[in-house]
């Protein structure tokens, strides 16, 4: 990689060139970004590439690219601007469980309207100003509660894993639904419900018996089930937390 490309697209400068007579039409990075975003939305990931863009916005992909040099440029932005959709209040309440708990629901929410995000997730981190608003909010949260910073990142990562892996799942539900056209009650009832009927029967597995039985939260709205497990993450949070400033 050249010294170039390992130049971040938050340091590139814009570029401002119009359209006018005898020359081609000018596009930003907002532009793009926004039509990415769209065809992700639209066809997943995969099928962003500079030749679907430009095919969208009746220009060539090799144009593109003088506003954004690579596709991992493409995806910082991306994964930014989807990020603008978290609505956060100007700073912190000063109620740390509320704010964070703000930040997780707002999160999720991102993450089932644009599915390709978690997959974004997973690369290295995004600085992208959008994304620093919601990192700096979430830090702020915790600010002046006799943490170290360490221990404030740490917390604001458990909860950001905690909502990376419930969106994930919740999303692969939604995809396998809609790829089979099975819900998940009907693929409890109908596919799973005879072989769990003959492990439960085999008594080999009395735990997993229990959780079948007893267990409410397998069967919870989704919302309820994303709810206790946010709750339990701040719970262990709140136990950590010089007991003066637990709130």
């Known amino acids: 990689m050249s010294d170039e490309e390992l130049i971040s697209i938050w340091m ?15 596009f930003s990075r ?38 954004v040099p690579r596709r991992d440029d493409l995806f910082d932005l991306m994964y930014d601007m989807v990020l603008s959709e ?14 964070l708990s703000l930040v997780a629901h707002g999160s999720r929410a991102v993450g089932l ?14 600085l992208g100003p959008n994304v620093l608003h919601v ?11 006799g943490l170290d910073i360490d221990e404030m990142a740490g917390f604001v990562g458990m909860v950001n894993d905690y909502v ?11 995809e396998e639904a809609r790829r089979t056209g099975m819900d998940p009650e009907r693929w409890k009832r109908d596919y799973a419900g005879p072989y ?4 439960l029967d085999s008594g080999a597995y009395p735990l997993f018996g229990r959780t079948v039985r007893e267990s409410k939260a397998v069967h919870l709205p989704a919302d309820e089930a994303f709810q206790i497990g946010l709750d339990r993450v701040l ?13």
């Open 12 to 26: 590139r400068p814009e570029r401002t060139e119009r359209s006018g007579p005898g020359r081609r039409p000018g």
């Open 30 to 67: 907002e532009q793009i970004t926004r039509t990415a975003v769209r065809i992700a939305d639209a066809d997943c990931l995969d099928a962003v590439t500079m030749r679907r863009i430009g095919g969208e916005l009746g220009t060539g992909a090799m144009s593109l690219y003088r506003y």
């Open 86 to 99: 978290i609505e956060l209040p100007e700073k912190p309440s000063g109620d740390w469980r509320a704010d």
């Open 113 to 126: 309207r644009h599915p390709w995000l978690t997959v974004l997730a997973s690369r290295r981190p995004t």
């Open 135 to 145: 990192n700096e909010f979430a830090l702020g949260a915790l600010e002046g509660m």
């Open 164 to 174: 990376d892996g419930a969106t994930r799942r919740e999303i692969g539900w939604l």
């Open 196 to 199: 769990v009927r003959q492990i």
């Open 235 to 247: 719970a262990g949070i709140g136990a950590q937390i010089p007991d003066i400033k637990r709130g």
